[in-house]
């Protein structure tokens, strides 16, 4: 609701405007997340084994990425009225975009704060999580007797690809 609210599509702001608007929100949230992983290891130096399962907060956190770009996204294009919708402005404005005009990833920054991550070993992971499900889509395809590279998907990926470039 937070990151709702912070990026109203009315507004016409640039991109650092958007980006100060919205790390702060994202700070809070992963230093929320981040006690668990304080009070794990504070535990392991007394000794007790924690059960506390942290894996999900990742899930939370990428969705929460997810919005986020989304929302900016939307916003950019209420700037930029000429910029296409779909696959166009998703390669345009990628992870690496995001990261390169100082978006916090929360993802990240969780982390880094719990595991030392740089902003590199997040894209790189990003980038084979996007290929592994790109794999498996047409593994499924093929499964289904189908072809995946229709030339209605082709012509899309060529259009972002001219838009991009």
Not at 29 to 48: C, D, H, L, P, S
Not at 79 to 104: C, D, E, R, T, Y
Not at 124 to 135: A, I, P
Request: charged share 30%.
């Amino acid at each position: 609701m937070k990151i709702k609210e912070k990026t109203q599509k009315r507004l016409t702001l640039s991109k650092e405007q958007w980006i100060n608007r919205v790390n702060p929100i994202i700070r809070g949230k992963v230093n929320y997340y981040t006690t668990v992983i304080k009070a794990i290891k504070t535990n392991e130096q007394y000794g007790q084994k924690s059960r506390c399962v942290t894996r999900w907060m990742r899930t939370i956190l990428l969705s929460v990425d997810g919005y986020i770009r989304r929302r900016l996204r939307v916003a950019f294009i209420h700037k930029h009225p000429s910029q296409k919708k779909g696959m166009k402005m998703n390669s345009k404005w990628n992870n690496a975009f995001f990261v390169g005009i100082k978006l916090i990833p929360s993802y990240w920054l969780y982390l880094n704060k719990a595991y030392g991550y740089t902003l590199q070993d997040y894209l790189e992971e990003l980038k084979s999580k996007s290929k592994q499900k790109v794999q498996r889509a047409i593994e499924r395809t093929h499964e289904k007797g189908e072809e995946y590279y229709t030339p209605h998907r082709l012509q899309k990926m060529q259009n972002a690809w001219n838009a991009s470039s």
